[in-house]
Protein backbone atom coordinates (compact mmCIF):
# COMPACT_ATOMS: atom_id res chain seq x y z
CA UNK A 1 0.00 0.00 0.00
CA UNK A 2 2.60 2.03 0.97
CA UNK A 3 4.01 1.81 -3.01
CA UNK A 4 0.65 3.11 -4.95
CA UNK A 5 0.62 6.54 -5.71
CA UNK A 6 -2.23 9.11 -5.29
CA UNK A 7 -4.21 7.92 -8.12
CA UNK A 8 -3.86 4.76 -7.58
CA UNK A 9 -5.81 5.04 -3.81
CA UNK A 10 -8.67 7.16 -5.27
CA UNK A 11 -9.14 4.46 -8.27
CA UNK A 12 -8.88 1.63 -5.36
CA UNK A 13 -11.74 3.69 -3.66
CA UNK A 14 -13.98 4.06 -6.17
CA UNK A 15 -14.14 0.64 -7.08
CA UNK A 16 -14.59 -0.49 -3.27
CA UNK A 17 -17.84 1.80 -2.87
CA UNK A 18 -18.60 0.54 -6.18
CA UNK A 19 -18.63 -3.20 -5.04
CA UNK A 20 -20.26 -2.20 -1.65
CA UNK A 21 -23.37 -0.37 -3.68
CA UNK A 22 -23.59 -3.29 -5.48
CA UNK A 23 -23.59 -5.45 -2.85
CA UNK A 24 -25.94 -3.14 -0.93
CA UNK A 25 -28.68 -3.24 -3.66
CA UNK A 26 -28.65 -7.38 -3.92
CA UNK A 27 -29.25 -7.51 -0.21
CA UNK A 28 -32.18 -4.96 -0.01
CA UNK A 29 -34.07 -6.52 -3.08
CA UNK A 30 -33.41 -9.67 -1.05
CA UNK A 31 -34.92 -8.33 1.73
CA UNK A 32 -37.78 -6.79 -0.22
CA UNK A 33 -38.80 -10.33 -1.53
CA UNK A 34 -38.84 -11.98 1.58
CA UNK A 35 -40.41 -8.66 3.96
CA UNK A 36 -43.94 -8.98 4.70
CA UNK A 37 -46.46 -7.46 2.54
CA UNK A 38 -47.30 -4.63 5.42
CA UNK A 39 -43.71 -3.37 5.09
CA UNK A 40 -43.71 -3.47 1.54
CA UNK A 41 -46.94 -2.11 0.86
CA UNK A 42 -45.70 0.61 3.38
CA UNK A 43 -42.26 1.76 1.83
CA UNK A 44 -44.51 1.72 -1.89
CA UNK A 45 -46.94 3.72 0.00
CA UNK A 46 -43.97 6.15 0.92
CA UNK A 47 -42.36 6.30 -2.54
CA UNK A 48 -45.82 6.88 -4.38
CA UNK A 49 -46.73 9.75 -2.22
CA UNK A 50 -43.21 11.30 -2.28
CA UNK A 51 -43.73 11.15 -6.41
CA UNK A 52 -47.12 13.05 -6.10
CA UNK A 53 -45.36 15.74 -4.01
CA UNK A 54 -42.68 16.18 -5.57
CA UNK A 55 -42.85 15.15 -9.61
CA UNK A 56 -45.61 17.83 -10.24
CA UNK A 57 -43.48 20.56 -8.44
CA UNK A 58 -40.49 19.62 -10.72
CA UNK A 59 -42.59 18.79 -13.83
CA UNK A 60 -45.92 20.54 -14.34
CA UNK A 61 -47.26 24.08 -14.13
CA UNK A 62 -50.63 24.58 -11.74
CA UNK A 63 -53.20 26.99 -12.57
CA UNK A 64 -55.07 28.49 -9.81
CA UNK A 65 -58.35 30.07 -10.64
CA UNK A 66 -60.24 32.25 -8.45
CA UNK A 67 -63.60 33.25 -8.86
CA UNK A 68 -64.66 36.55 -8.25
CA UNK A 69 -68.66 37.39 -7.56
CA UNK A 70 -70.10 39.89 -9.62
CA UNK A 71 -73.01 41.88 -8.38
CA UNK A 72 -75.17 42.69 -10.93
CA UNK A 73 -78.60 44.88 -9.61
CA UNK A 74 -82.01 44.45 -10.58
CA UNK A 75 -81.63 47.54 -12.40
CA UNK A 76 -79.26 46.33 -14.66
CA UNK A 77 -81.12 43.46 -15.83
CA UNK A 78 -84.43 46.19 -15.91
CA UNK A 79 -82.05 47.79 -18.23
CA UNK A 80 -80.62 45.10 -20.36
CA UNK A 81 -84.34 43.42 -20.84
CA UNK A 82 -85.57 46.68 -22.23
CA UNK A 83 -82.95 46.99 -24.50
CA UNK A 84 -83.72 43.57 -26.11
CA UNK A 85 -87.17 43.88 -25.83
CA UNK A 86 -87.09 46.86 -28.22
CA UNK A 87 -85.04 45.42 -31.19
CA UNK A 88 -88.17 42.98 -31.28
CA UNK A 89 -90.73 44.78 -31.59
CA UNK A 90 -93.27 45.73 -34.24
CA UNK A 91 -95.73 48.77 -35.10
CA UNK A 92 -99.00 47.00 -36.65
CA UNK A 93 -100.56 49.59 -38.59
CA UNK A 94 -102.45 49.61 -41.97
CA UNK A 95 -100.90 48.71 -45.12
CA UNK A 96 -99.43 51.66 -46.83
CA UNK A 97 -97.25 55.06 -45.89
CA UNK A 98 -100.28 56.41 -45.15
CA UNK A 99 -101.77 53.33 -42.79
CA UNK A 100 -103.17 54.08 -39.65
CA UNK A 101 -101.20 53.40 -36.74
CA UNK A 102 -103.07 50.41 -35.14
CA UNK A 103 -100.53 48.90 -31.61
CA UNK A 104 -97.94 47.19 -31.12
CA UNK A 105 -96.59 44.03 -31.37
CA UNK A 106 -93.62 41.44 -31.15
CA UNK A 107 -91.31 39.46 -32.81
CA UNK A 108 -91.16 35.97 -31.54
CA UNK A 109 -89.57 32.49 -33.51
CA UNK A 110 -90.88 31.58 -36.91
CA UNK A 111 -91.40 35.22 -38.03
CA UNK A 112 -94.79 35.18 -36.06
CA UNK A 113 -96.06 38.47 -34.27
CA UNK A 114 -98.24 38.49 -31.15
CA UNK A 115 -100.46 41.42 -29.91
CA UNK A 116 -103.58 41.83 -28.36
CA UNK A 117 -106.72 41.94 -30.16
CA UNK A 118 -107.07 44.96 -28.38
CA UNK A 119 -104.79 46.95 -31.20
CA UNK A 120 -108.10 47.35 -33.16
CA UNK A 121 -110.58 48.71 -30.40
CA UNK A 122 -113.16 47.43 -28.71
CA UNK A 123 -115.17 46.06 -31.16
CA UNK A 124 -112.03 44.22 -32.32
CA UNK A 125 -112.63 44.30 -36.26
CA UNK A 126 -110.56 45.15 -39.02
CA UNK A 127 -110.12 43.43 -42.80
CA UNK A 128 -108.08 45.40 -44.26
CA UNK A 129 -104.12 44.59 -45.65
CA UNK A 130 -101.90 44.93 -42.54
CA UNK A 131 -98.30 45.96 -42.01
CA UNK A 132 -95.34 45.73 -39.55
CA UNK A 133 -93.10 48.43 -39.28
CA UNK A 134 -90.26 46.36 -38.04
CA UNK A 135 -87.49 48.23 -34.84
CA UNK A 136 -85.05 49.01 -38.09
CA UNK A 137 -87.74 50.61 -40.16
CA UNK A 138 -88.55 47.83 -42.59
CA UNK A 139 -92.20 47.39 -43.63
CA UNK A 140 -93.54 43.96 -43.74
CA UNK A 141 -96.76 42.49 -44.93
CA UNK A 142 -98.65 40.37 -42.24
CA UNK A 143 -100.87 37.32 -42.77
CA UNK A 144 -103.46 36.63 -39.86
CA UNK A 145 -102.99 33.22 -37.94
CA UNK A 146 -105.86 33.90 -35.57
CA UNK A 147 -109.74 34.73 -35.95
CA UNK A 148 -111.03 37.48 -34.94
CA UNK A 149 -113.01 35.54 -32.57
CA UNK A 150 -113.72 37.19 -29.42
CA UNK A 151 -110.10 35.54 -28.17
CA UNK A 152 -107.78 38.25 -26.36
CA UNK A 153 -104.81 37.31 -28.58
CA UNK A 154 -103.97 37.79 -31.88
CA UNK A 155 -100.80 35.58 -34.25
CA UNK A 156 -99.57 36.94 -37.41
CA UNK A 157 -96.82 35.59 -39.57
CA UNK A 158 -94.56 37.36 -41.81
CA UNK A 159 -93.93 35.86 -45.22
CA UNK A 160 -91.34 33.26 -45.16
CA UNK A 161 -88.80 35.41 -47.61
CA UNK A 162 -89.63 38.03 -45.59
CA UNK A 163 -87.83 36.54 -42.54
CA UNK A 164 -84.49 37.31 -41.73
CA UNK A 165 -82.30 34.40 -39.48
CA UNK A 166 -80.54 37.35 -37.61
CA UNK A 167 -83.56 38.74 -36.28
CA UNK A 168 -83.64 39.31 -32.60
CA UNK A 169 -87.10 37.73 -31.52
CA UNK A 170 -88.45 37.49 -27.79
CA UNK A 171 -88.48 34.03 -25.64
CA UNK A 172 -91.64 32.94 -23.98
CA UNK A 173 -91.11 32.53 -20.84
CA UNK A 174 -91.28 28.71 -19.73
CA UNK A 175 -91.70 29.38 -15.87
CA UNK A 176 -94.94 30.65 -13.60
CA UNK A 177 -95.69 34.32 -13.26
CA UNK A 178 -96.28 34.93 -9.41
CA UNK A 179 -97.86 38.45 -7.21
CA UNK A 180 -94.63 40.28 -6.66
CA UNK A 181 -92.80 39.80 -9.57
CA UNK A 182 -90.98 42.74 -11.13
CA UNK A 183 -91.94 43.17 -15.26
CA UNK A 184 -91.30 45.29 -17.76
CA UNK A 185 -94.40 46.63 -20.05
CA UNK A 186 -93.05 47.40 -23.77
CA UNK A 187 -94.69 49.27 -26.36
CA UNK A 188 -94.10 52.08 -29.62
CA UNK A 189 -96.93 54.16 -29.48
CA UNK A 190 -97.13 56.09 -32.87
CA UNK A 191 -96.52 59.71 -31.33
CA UNK A 192 -94.47 59.03 -28.95
CA UNK A 193 -91.99 56.35 -29.98
CA UNK A 194 -91.12 53.89 -27.47
CA UNK A 195 -93.03 53.54 -24.25
CA UNK A 196 -91.75 51.43 -21.27
CA UNK A 197 -93.38 51.03 -17.96
CA UNK A 198 -91.53 48.95 -14.94
CA UNK A 199 -93.79 47.58 -11.97
CA UNK A 200 -95.22 44.27 -10.54
CA UNK A 201 -97.72 41.43 -10.60
CA UNK A 202 -99.87 42.95 -8.17
CA UNK A 203 -102.37 40.03 -8.69
CA UNK A 204 -104.73 38.06 -11.16
CA UNK A 205 -108.06 38.41 -12.56
CA UNK A 206 -110.27 35.49 -14.09
CA UNK A 207 -111.76 36.08 -17.53
CA UNK A 208 -113.69 34.32 -19.38
CA UNK A 209 -111.78 34.75 -22.80
CA UNK A 210 -109.13 33.25 -21.48
CA UNK A 211 -107.65 29.62 -20.35
CA UNK A 212 -105.95 31.31 -17.32
CA UNK A 213 -106.77 34.29 -15.39
CA UNK A 214 -105.36 37.77 -16.52
CA UNK A 215 -101.62 39.36 -15.01
CA UNK A 216 -102.92 42.53 -13.34
CA UNK A 217 -99.50 44.92 -13.11
CA UNK A 218 -99.40 48.48 -12.40
CA UNK A 219 -96.69 48.81 -14.97
CA UNK A 220 -99.55 50.32 -17.03
CA UNK A 221 -99.56 52.33 -20.18
CA UNK A 222 -102.28 53.07 -22.58
CA UNK A 223 -99.37 52.90 -25.46
CA UNK A 224 -98.09 49.65 -24.25
CA UNK A 225 -101.33 47.55 -25.68
CA UNK A 226 -100.11 44.63 -27.83
CA UNK A 227 -96.71 45.05 -27.00
CA UNK A 228 -94.97 42.48 -24.45
CA UNK A 229 -94.52 41.77 -20.48
CA UNK A 230 -91.61 40.76 -19.74
CA UNK A 231 -89.95 40.12 -16.75
CA UNK A 232 -85.96 40.56 -15.48
CA UNK A 233 -84.61 38.20 -17.51
CA UNK A 234 -85.51 39.33 -20.71
CA UNK A 235 -88.32 36.53 -21.15
CA UNK A 236 -92.32 37.58 -22.13
CA UNK A 237 -94.68 36.47 -19.64
CA UNK A 238 -97.80 38.08 -21.45
CA UNK A 239 -99.08 40.31 -23.98
CA UNK A 240 -100.51 43.49 -22.70
CA UNK A 241 -103.67 43.75 -23.57
CA UNK A 242 -105.38 46.15 -21.75
CA UNK A 243 -103.83 49.60 -19.23
CA UNK A 244 -102.64 47.39 -16.35
CA UNK A 245 -104.18 43.58 -17.70
CA UNK A 246 -102.02 41.03 -19.60
CA UNK A 247 -102.96 38.29 -21.42
CA UNK A 248 -101.27 34.91 -19.41
CA UNK A 249 -98.31 32.65 -20.89
CA UNK A 250 -100.95 29.63 -20.59
CA UNK A 251 -103.22 31.19 -23.18
CA UNK A 252 -100.29 32.81 -25.30
CA UNK A 253 -98.92 28.94 -25.70
CA UNK A 254 -102.22 27.43 -26.19
CA UNK A 255 -103.27 30.04 -29.02
CA UNK A 256 -99.70 29.65 -30.59
CA UNK A 257 -100.17 26.04 -30.83
CA UNK A 258 -103.68 26.86 -32.62
CA UNK A 259 -101.92 28.71 -34.84
CA UNK A 260 -99.12 26.74 -35.55
CA UNK A 261 -101.94 24.35 -37.76
CA UNK A 262 -102.16 26.64 -40.22
Known sequence: MEELNK?????????????????????????????????????????????????????????????????VTEEELIVKATNQGTKAMARIAEAGEKGKFLGSGFLITGGRILTSSMIFGAEATSTGVL?????????????????????????????????????????????????????????????????????????????GTTTAPMIMTNAASPDNVGGPLLNIKGEVVGVNHTQGLAIPMETIAALIKTAAAH
Open 7 to 71: NQIVLLTLLVSFVTSIATGIVTVTLMDQAPPAVTQTINRIVERTVEKVVPKETQVSTVIKEVPVI
Open 131 to 207: EAILADGERRPLERLTPLDGSPLLVFRLAEKDVKPDWPVLELSAGTSVIGQTVIALGASDSTGLSVAVGIISSFLSS
